[in-house]
């Protein structure tokens, strides 16, 4: 085989992995089209800010089931910021989402999410219900600050404490 015909089939290949990876996420963006992040601005007393890396969004207990959310489709930076009413998102490029208390189903520590593992309980689990009534987990990784603290804060609003606690998970 010459070098012309093997280059060929290589790229060939290559398109035809990057066409499957484009359906692929088409067909997931269809899917998940009416599960809606809560865009608005932080509501109430700030009670504690960190930052980190947003690292993917799933469906509640399925950490590998990742949701192809708008404004939570792509890891990024990311700023959390705690109030006596909920818990907001700032990343990059997209507006802040607001997740207000009476939507957080509890937080936790986690291991593992789709294409990431770090050291055991490493990330920081956020559980929150959509507007379709879709309960979603989102895994943020801190850079600075201790990961229980958020926890606690998250755990601490009046409703989050009401609902299930979720211990360290995966």
Same mark, same amino acid.
């Given at each position: 085989?010459?070098?012309? *015909?093997?280059?060929?089939?290589?790229?060939?290949? #290559? @398109? =035809?992995?990057?066409?499957?990876?484009?359906?692929?996420? +088409? +067909?997931?963006?269809?899917?998940? !089209?009416? *599960? $809606?992040?809560? $865009?608005?601005? !932080?509501?109430?007393?700030?009670? #504690?800010?960190?930052t980190g890396l947003y690292v993917a969004t799933t469906r509640h207990d399925a950490p590998l089931d990742r949701l192809n959310v708008t404004h939570l489709a792509f890891r990024s930076r990311v700023a959390v910021t705690v109030t006596d009413e909920g818990v907001a998102l700032d990343l990059p490029g997209e507006p802040t989402l607001f997740l207000a208390s009476d939507r957080l189903r509890g937080a936790g520590r986690a291991t593992w999410t789709i294409d990431r593992v770090v050291e055991s309980d490493g990330l920081v689990l956020i559980a929150w219900?959509?507007?379709?009534?879709?309960?979603? %987990?989102?895994? @943020? +990784?801190?850079? %600075? =600050?201790?990961?229980? #603290?958020? @926890?606690? !804060?998250?755990?601490?609003?009046?409703?989050?404490?009401?609902?299930?606690?979720?211990?360290?998970?995966?």
């Open positions: 085989m010459s070098q012309e *015909i093997a280059a060929l089939l290589f790229a060939l290949l #290559a @398109v =035809a992995a990057i066409g499957s990876m484009a359906w692929g996420w +088409r +067909r997931r963006s269809r899917r998940d !089209a009416a *599960i $809606v992040a809560p $865009v608005g601005e !932080a509501r109430g007393a700030i009670l #504690a800010r960190f219900a959509a507007d379709d009534h879709t309960i979603c %987990d989102t895994y @943020v +990784r801190l850079q %600075d =600050a201790d990961p229980d #603290a958020l @926890v606690a !804060a998250i755990q601490n609003l009046p409703t989050t404490s009401d609902s299930t606690q979720m211990g360290a998970q995966r």
